[in-house]
């Protein structure tokens, strides 16, 4: 006999820790853009499990990867080779014109594994270059490294002591950075695009200048593309939008389609200060994993692929900044690049985000807010036009009811 929903909600609620608000919606399985819960009922997805189904829900080729994959071995542990992690990484590799990459389980292991070839390289030139830089409002995981790396004071409360020398700086400025930095810097932290701090795309120059400052303080800069990679801004990896080259780069969310896995990416001379023993992983890169990632390796960097997230992301700002247009007491702001985009919410509105994403729910449309005030969407990058239009006509109804 199946639970009822109610009877899942329950048992979860009732033996799971208690960290998360989670919307009354239990979930049986997905099809492309959309999901249907235990009772049957539709929803289209402009979430995409936080920005990590890329190749949307079920899709073929990723399912019968997985499922091959699992039919010859499942994990091996990294004391030997497979076939599907050195392929995965040789792609990486590739696409991203650095030389060597790591793979984990996770966002947050991901860039603690950064985290720490950047002190140990650091340390090699000299014993307290120690000084990991990142910004106000960014998000990199929820380690002890990773919270504090994490430039939103709610998310160290309580966890103290904190392992030190992080430094903030407000994204977006130069001045504060040049400051702030010196010989004493170990490396520049920084998300391509701000995520969860409310969608930020970085201004004109500035990574560009982050980059001279990095090099002029012989500083590494590390960009955590664990949101805005994967095809999600257009270009594979995010960077290439703003000229830059990172020494280290992070990526998680939908590098596997779904299927857990973190990355982390760097130069040779970076790679080298690592020495057998000093990083592993018992799970990272296994060949269930790597499996999966293979096929978004495969698909998301084609040419087509990128340009039909360039060409949606470009018609659904637009559709947003019609909604924006329709609601000026209620939208403030239009931002973002790609399919990663948000609005931003007046203070003045008759409802809480919140509020809002749950009458989306009421109407079957899954999106998100992030920092409580933007609208936040990170859709499968395999929509159409359509899958735009029935959320934005969603939106529509539930703004009018906020006024
Ligand atoms: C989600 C996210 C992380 C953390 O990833 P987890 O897999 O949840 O550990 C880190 N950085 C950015 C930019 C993210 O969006």
Redesign the pocket.
């Known amino acids: 006999m199946k639970d009822t929903a109610q009877q899942i909600v329950d048992r979860d609620q009732k033996n799971y820790l208690p960290v998360f608000n989670r919307y009354n919606l239990v979930v049986e399985r997905g099809e492309g853009p959309y999901v249907y819960s235990v009772d049957g009922d539709k929803y289209i997805d402009f979430l995409g499990g936080?920005?990590v189904n890329v190749l949307g829900h079920n899709y073929k080729p990723l399912v019968d990867a997985i499922a091959a994959q699992a039919a010859r071995v499942i994990h091996i542990s990294n004391l030997y080779y497979t076939q599907p992690q050195a392929d995965a990484a040789s792609k990486l590799v590739k696409l991203s014109g650095l030389d060597r990459a790591f793979f984990a389980n996770?966002?947050?292991?991901?860039?603690e594994g950064a985290i720490k070839i950047a002190r140990k390289f650091a340390h090699s030139i000299a014993p307290d270059k120690s000084q990991i830089i990142t910004a106000w409002d960014?998000?990199?995981?929820?380690t002890l490294a990773?919270l504090t790396a994490t430039g939103q004071p709610k998310y160290h409360k309580g966890f103290e002591p904190l392992p030190a020398g992080f430094d903030y700086v407000h994204y977006n400025d130069i001045e504060e950075l040049e400051r702030l930095m010196s010989d004493k810097t170990c490396a520049v932290m920084l998300?391509t695009i701000?995520?969860?701090g409310g969608v930020y795309p970085p201004k004109d120059d500035y990574l560009k200048r982050v980059r001279e400052l990095c090099d002029r303080y012989q500083a590494l800069l590390i960009l955590?593309?664990?949101?805005?990679g994967i095809g999600r801004s257009g270009k594979f990896f995010a960077y290439e939008n703003y000229g830059v080259k990172p020494d280290i780069v992070?990526l998680?969310?939908g590098l596997a389609g779904g299927v857990?896995i973190?990355a982390f990416i760097v130069t040779e001379e970076v790679a080298q200060a690592f020495k057998p023993g000093d990083h592993g992983t018992t799970f990272g890169g296994n060949p269930l994993a790597c499996a999966a990632a293979n096929v978004v390796l495969d698909t998301v960097p084609e040419q087509k692929f990128l340009d039909h997230v360039v060409e949606i992301g470009n018609y659904f700002k637009g559709r947003l900044l019609d909604l924006q247009q329709k609601y000026p007491t209620l939208i403030t702001e239009v931002r973002g690049k790609g399919l990663l985009l948000g609005a931003e919410l007046s203070t003045d509105n008759k409802k809480t985000g919140v509020e809002i994403v749950a009458d989306c729910m009421k109407r079957g449309a899954i999106i998100n807010c992030t920092v409580g005030k933007v609208l936040r969407f990170v859709p499968p990058l395999i929509i159409e036009k359509t899958h735009v239009d029935e959320v934005i006509d969603v939106l529509d109804a539930v703004l009018a009811q906020s006024l």
Do not use: L, M, V, Y
Not at 106 to 111: K, L, Q, R, V
Not at 224 to 228: F, K, M, V
């Open positions: 936080i920005a996770s966002g947050a292991e991901a860039n960014s998000f990199h995981g929820r990773t998300e701000q995520g969860e955590d593309e664990i949101q805005a992070t998680a969310k857990p973190g």
